[in-house]
């Protein structure tokens, strides 16, 4: 079956720009997760969603990201006034229920020149 | 935050030869999982492991969990090309859900023929 999968897979934007990016989760999955890996590191946690509320956005790094889940199923992360610092790899995960087992998109890679 | 060290960060090995990374806590976890990931792609879960001193074996790879749950290692016997890849241990976190994932900076690992 189709796996998690995430648009654009590479996102190039000016500072200050805004960019919205997109994952579709696998059918049936009820929880979602967004993760930001930097180059070097592991992901890190930015936001849950278990259904269509945001069950934990304890990881969101300002008030420049925010993310919605508006049907219980695809997920946008936004990003405004982007900086450099924001440059990684975007991840998103989804479960069929929160607790289970993650499966990872392949990722967008956001760059902010 | 609960901090997961990996070591080494780095590892390059001819094939054939035998190998351990290690995942480090001074924090309890519930449980630890083993993912790899490979350029380009998102992390794949390889094991969980739950219990205190628990053993779990994957074709040539041996995952252990520590005693005290704190610490986790993985071998691999007779590494093979197709074992290259950043091996990333992660825990629950004590974020406010406790679902997210909690991830070490990972082992990259390079396996040459």
């Known amino acids: 079956g189709a796996g998690v999968s995430q648009t654009p897979s590479n996102k190039v934007t000016e500072k200050g720009k805004y960019v919205e990016l997109r994952c579709d989760p696998i059918s049936g999955h009820t929880a979602l997760y967004w993760y930001r890996q930097s180059l070097g590191q592991g992901p890190e946690f930015l936001i849950y969603?278990?259904?269509?509320?945001?069950?934990?956005d304890s990881g969101l790094p300002n008030d420049r990201f925010f993310a919605v889940r508006p049907e219980g199923s695809v997920s946008t992360l936004k990003i405004q006034r982007t900086e450099r610092g924001d440059s990684a790899v975007y991840l998103c995960?989804?479960?069929?229920?929160?607790?289970?087992?993650?499966?990872f998109g392949p990722g967008t890679r956001l760059t902010v020149l | 935050t609960q901090l997961l060290e990996q070591s080494p960060q780095f590892l390059s090995i001819q094939e054939g030869e035998n190998l351990t990374v290690y995942c480090n806590s001074s924090?309890?976890?519930?449980?630890l999982q083993w993912y790899r990931q490979e350029p380009g792609e998102g992390p794949v879960l390889l094991v969980t492991v739950v219990t205190g001193g628990e053993v779990k074996k994957l074709k040539r790879l041996t995952f252990q969990f520590g005693d005290a749950r704190k610490d986790s290692s993985l071998h691999i016997t007779a590494a093979q090309p197709g074992d290259t890849g950043l091996y990333l241990c992660?825990?629950?976190?004590?974020?406010?859900?406790?679902?997210?994932?909690?991830f070490g900076k990972g082992t990259s690992l390079l396996v040459t023929p």
């Open positions: 992660a825990g629950r976190s004590n974020s406010n859900s406790g679902y997210a994932l909690n």
């Open positions: 924090s309890v976890f519930s449980s």
């Open positions: 995960a989804s479960s069929f229920s929160s607790g289970d087992t993650q499966y």
């Open positions: 969603f278990q259904g269509t509320g945001a069950a934990d």
